[in-house]
């Protein structure tokens, strides 16, 4: 059901993001244009989404570039990455508790391997099992929520990811028809490169 879900929401981020391929938003909320200037990052720019900024980055510069002209988008965006404190935040006091308990029950099993009468040892060791078992039993409701959590976060990441990908696919395409450089000069070097052949073949002959 989960991966149904995922699989309907890339698709809505894909519809959206089709729908106005050839357009970026404007400073007015909801208010669209053609994207026509090619995006100040590829042409180097300073700004405050340089290429330098992203760690060499391309896409994740583009990316900020969007955002920065899109005020509708900047809420949410400030909110998924605000995501990663807030998973922290949220686990964090249950993972320090089950440390400590794992911590336990580590010490304790070796300290039971190390008793050499076998059946005082194996009645310890029984003892550990048990009491590791209720604790499994206790903390069940919380495991399943981290994992859920967790395939709900890597849900998100992806989907960031998506949305990424689609909303600057416009921006690099801009660029390769704005900026697709003349072919003046490759032209006329591979006519001096031609031109260089000839002459050297026509001295080869002279001998």
Request: with cysteine; charged share 30%; net charge negative.
């Amino acid at each position: 059901m989960k991966n149904i879900l995922v699989g309907v929401l890339i698709v809505g981020v894909l519809v959206l993001v089709a729908c106005n391929t050839d357009k970026k938003p404007s400073s007015k909320i909801g208010e669209t244009v053609a994207i026509e200037e090619t995006p100040d990052v590829l042409e180097g720019k300073n700004s405050s989404y340089s290429l330098t900024k992203s760690r060499g980055d391309l896409l994740e510069s583009l990316y900020k570039e969007y955002v920065e002209n899109t005020p509708e988008i900047q809420e949410l965006d400030k909110q998924i990455n605000s995501l990663y404190e807030k998973k922290f935040d949220a686990e964090k006091d249950f993972h320090n508790y089950n440390n400590k308990n794992e911590q336990y029950y580590n010490v304790a099993k070796a300290r039971a391997g190390q008793i050499s009468d076998s059946l005082l040892a194996d009645k310890v060791k029984n003892m550990i099992a048990k009491s590791i078992s209720q604790y499994h039993n206790r903390i069940k409701e919380d495991t399943t929520l981290i994992n859920q959590i967790e395939k709900q976060y890597n849900n998100i990441d992806d989907l960031y990811n998506v949305f990424k990908v689609v909303v600057t696919i416009p921006m690099i395409e801009v660029y390769q028809k704005n900026e697709h450089p003349s072919k003046k000069l490759l032209e006329n070097f591979s006519d001096e490169l031609s031109e260089t052949q000839r002459s050297l073949e026509k001295e080869i002959e002279k001998h």
